[in-house]
């Protein structure tokens, strides 16, 4: 049973640059959240996609953008980095009937300089 | 929204000693889940526990325990006969029920076990 995976692990970009992550959730998941976790700091909530939709939103700009797949997959896309962005991107994938139980894939390393 | 507080950056413990990390958290709903996540250094938070806030008994999983104090919203974490394993940073996290999506996470505490 594949659990969550993401992609690339590391990823180096220049300030002004777009990137995308990648997130494939938990075999039989169909709920993604993404959040940012910023270095000695807890993980903060970006977004969630269910149904290839945004269902909830965090405090974060609107350079911040996702999608979510038919095969529940989903991509976090981020424009115009800034040096703040350096951060662990987080994926986490649940069922939407058990939002409780939510596991979270190994991150992206996002390194603007 | 909700705030999650861990006030231990930092701690240690021998190995094979009891260690207990602290959390409290702020929320007005009555309905929602506390969890406790272990992140160690290859990244990938696990979870360790979870409690819901209606039942009354804390929740245990093997040699890791809660103290669910509802009225003083506090949610600490007690880990026993403590193994090399389990160094990593811990986050406390909340959820709402019925209305949140959304994780609330505190900002960890890093812990060591020292052999």
């Known amino acids: 049973d594949a659990g969550v995976t993401q992609s690339p692990t590391h990823l180096i970009k220049t300030r002004g640059q777009q990137v995308t992550l990648r997130c494939s959730p938990k075999?039989?998941?169909?709920?993604v959240s993404w959040y940012q976790q910023a270095l000695g700091q807890g993980p903060q909530f970006i977004f969630q996609?269910?149904?290839?939709?945004?269902?909830q939103r965090g405090n974060f700009p609107d350079r911040f953008s996702g999608h979510q797949f038919p095969n529940y997959s989903s991509e976090l896309n981020v424009n115009a980095l800034l040096l703040g962005d350096s951060a662990l991107y987080l994926c986490?994938?649940?069922?939407?009937?058990?939002?409780?139980?939510?596991?979270f894939g190994p991150g992206t390393r996002l390194t603007v300089t | 929204a909700q705030t999650v507080t861990q006030s231990q950056p930092e701690m240690s413990v021998q190995e094979a000693e009891t260690v207990t990390l602290s959390c409290t958290y702020d929320?007005?709903?009555?309905?929602?889940?506390l969890f406790w996540y272990k992140q160690p250094p290859s990244r990938q938070m696990i979870l360790v526990i979870r409690?819901?806030?209606?039942?009354?008994q804390n929740a245990t999983e093997n040699r890791f325990s809660v103290n669910f104090q509802k009225a003083a919203k506090s949610f600490s974490l007690k880990i026993s006969d403590s193994q090399l394993g389990d160094t990593a940073m811990y986050f406390c996290?909340?959820?709402?029920?019925?209305?949140?999506?959304?994780?609330?996470f505190g900002t960890g505490t890093s812990l060591t076990v020292i052999p």
């Open positions: 986490a994938s649940s069922l939407v009937n058990r939002m409780y139980e939510q596991y």
């Open positions: 075999s039989g998941h169909d709920t």
């Open positions: 996609y269910y149904e290839e939709e945004e269902r």
């Open positions: 929320t007005s709903e009555n309905n929602y889940y």
């Open positions: 409690q819901e806030a209606y039942k009354q």
């Open positions: 996290a909340s959820r709402i029920s019925n209305t949140g999506n959304q994780f609330y």
